[in-house]
RNA sequence: GGGCCCGUAGCCUAGCCAGGAUAGGGCGCCGGCCUUCGGAGCCGGAGGACCCGGGUUCAAAUCCCGGCGGGCCCGCCA
């Protein structure tokens, strides 16, 4: 309700001024900083908005307050009568307080939601720039599971905002063809399929990849931890020899106890018989993690941190061993015909080697073999995203000439500035040290941070991930012609977007490092679990919407209803769509999302939209007989109709709060867009629901006697409605009819 | 070692940038309400050191400083 706050603003000063005999200025200072400030009150019994006054009070005695305020309300609801819709100004405990005409805003909310006046202010806001949103992007190397979900969600539903508001939009997934990943998982298939395996019916193409993804690089990983435990230990015991051998020579043992020399001595002598050692390992760091607490000497310390690296490791193949015997135990003959042709980690990596330099020298054999496995991925990423309600205008491949030959021209760019040099070795290196010396822009991008440097050509000559990063940019801005560019990618990823912007400025491109953004969110944490990709262990988008429709199911079924079963899952269907793209906006982007699978049946979010919808709907098809979803501009023509008979009546409670409510329909929407907090959305979404569900509890509609009455209740219906019906198509929420 | 983000009832979350009155929702829990527009609802209730400690202020969940706890980033990985 910003425009009603300025209005109330636009009038103090004058009556400030007078009344109380204040400097102008200052008070027009005091505005502009934010101090005085009009704010919804807690109560509306106290009026609807207030100002605080304390600090212009301070120096006046309590008892003069009253009559000091008395007549600045006067003043005040002279002055904001007309113009505000304010019916009245209280003065209480130095608080200036305003309450509102909500009737005479009822007709402002018909102009702004039925006759589409809202939407033509929101177009404005865009005015038909060209935006790019990338999001998704997620590694074609399993599915997408609940994190690149956030992903999706968020982005999809930025970009639906940003189509609200005037901008012209297009969304595009970038697919990371050429990483190790892809490689890791391209050699797994060449094995799997050379024995001839196959797909079986009935498994999305993106489940059995992560399959055979997650196999692979177990295996490997299984190899190399086995090969470095193995030398961890040996040097265990070369360190523990070398200790006992000082004890026994200096007879004393020194600051070592003797308990702990003796395991000392026992792991040097025993060196042969390496699982015993692997115990005495154990228990030995256990001791002297303890004897640090108290006394430490450099003996100690290195023996620690050699049982440190060793202890990360053995955890961490601990880690991969369960998720080996969950895999080959559900895929068995994925895991035999891998597990006799992984054996040997520096094998494995010079053939993972060998595919990525082919592939980034653009050998059409394997970039066709690549790509026919991407595709196969991405046909699976589709059919999840679109199940969802998520299309793309466009899949970008890092593998595409455009973006590969752009790369060495951006490398070969950047080699003219000042900034970039050919290191030892003859890779390419950015000093963003250097160029932050030079531009502020760049200093602040990283304050107070160093910007440092990075690297962004190999001495093999080949390009690095965020070489062709910003030759994409570059690309999204040049050729496809943004004008805006948001990245929606996760935190971790926020250094890489920096350096991103670094280096278009450093290029001489200005206005693009501005226009573009890095919608940064935080990860998704399973509640008992980590994910981890590489390990095959994560929960999917598709696993999501299935346990979400499955207890929604469970919950209509009890409701022992007529419909029959084929609509109930229809409903369920679109329920579940709902609520599961609801939980995945939820929460701020900034924070960490927590989700327990165990509850995915208690979020309903979704529903709770859903069901006001429906209610309304209902209301409107028992009184005209219209559906509303098709033929709203029948509904629309009926309520501008009933508008213009309407007569002045005082408002319950309840029917302030959503005419309120309504009032902030594009303040919420512009606040969103402006914050990049989609969350913002669907919670007023739920509340203007969950308000619509106790005005209609409390008050009869269509069977109000009362003629005057039940118009505004019915006109507060069909505006609801139509709020609703647009936060939906923004939040990508299917609508019911019925539920 | 350096940098960024987060910390609000049993759980989740809004408010913090622009300090203001009784910290707003939801889940779960307890107790009520089905002859009136569809009960996936409504009404009532219990449950809070706003992580801790200082500071600024008439006023601090909010701003500043110092801690603590959690997450993330600092690769010729992606």
Redo the contacts with the bound molecule.
Sequence with gaps: MSELVNCILDALPEILVKIMKIDKELVKSLIE???L?V?P???P???D???????LL?GIERDKWVELGNELSRELYAATRDKCWVERVDF??????FTLNYFNMLGKLVDLLVKGEVSKELMNVGRGIKVIVEHTSA?PVHPLHIGSGRNSVIGDTYARLLRKLGFSVETRFYV?D?????AILAYGVKIVESKSISRPEGIKPDHWYGVIYALTNILIELSRLREEIKGKLSELVDLCEKTCNNILSEEATGNIPRDIAFTICGISLKRNLKLETLKQAKSLYIKLKQLKKMSSNSEVSTLLSVLEDLRTRVKEYYEYVKAERALSANFPEVYNALRTEVRNHLEAEKEISKL?SQAEKEDPETLQFFRRICEDVLNGFKQTLESIGINFNAFDF?SSSEVLSEAHNVVSDLLKTNYAKV?????V?VDLNAASRDHDYIRNL?????A????V????G?T???TRDIAYTLYKFRKLGAEKVYNVI???????QRQLKAVLYILGYLKEAENLHHFSY??V?LKGMRMSGRRGVYYTIDEMLIDNKLS?LK??ME?E?T?NIEE?IQ??DK?AIANTRAVLI???P?????F?PE?AG????G??V??AF??AQ??I???WGLEFLDNSTEVCNKILELAKSIRETELSV?EKKIVESLAMFNSVLS?SYI?M?P??IL?YA??LA?DF????????????RDESKRNI?VLITVLTMLALSELMDIMGFPKL???
Excluded: C
């Design positions: 900083s934010g101090k400030r704010a009150t807690p109560d019994r106290l009026g908005y207030g100002v605080s006054l304390h600090f301070k209480v405990n130095g608080y200036l307080n590694n990371n050429l990483g190790r990943q892809v990525m890092e290191i030892e070795g003859g890779a290196e990283f304050h107070p941070d160093q440092g440097r990075f690297v050509r190999r001495r093999d080949t690095l991930y965020i996760a935190v971790e990823q926020s250094r890489e935080e990860m944490h929604i919950k209509l409701k209803k419909q109930l409903v369920a329920i939820s929460v701020d900034g924070k960490v999302l927590v327990d509850k208690e979020i309903e979010y529903v709770i859903e069901y429906v209610r209902g209301i098809r028992n009184l309840e606040k914050e907090k969350n913002k919670e739920v509340n969950l569900n106790r005005f209609y509890e409390k008050y009869p509609i269509i069977s109000e209740r009819r019925r539920m």
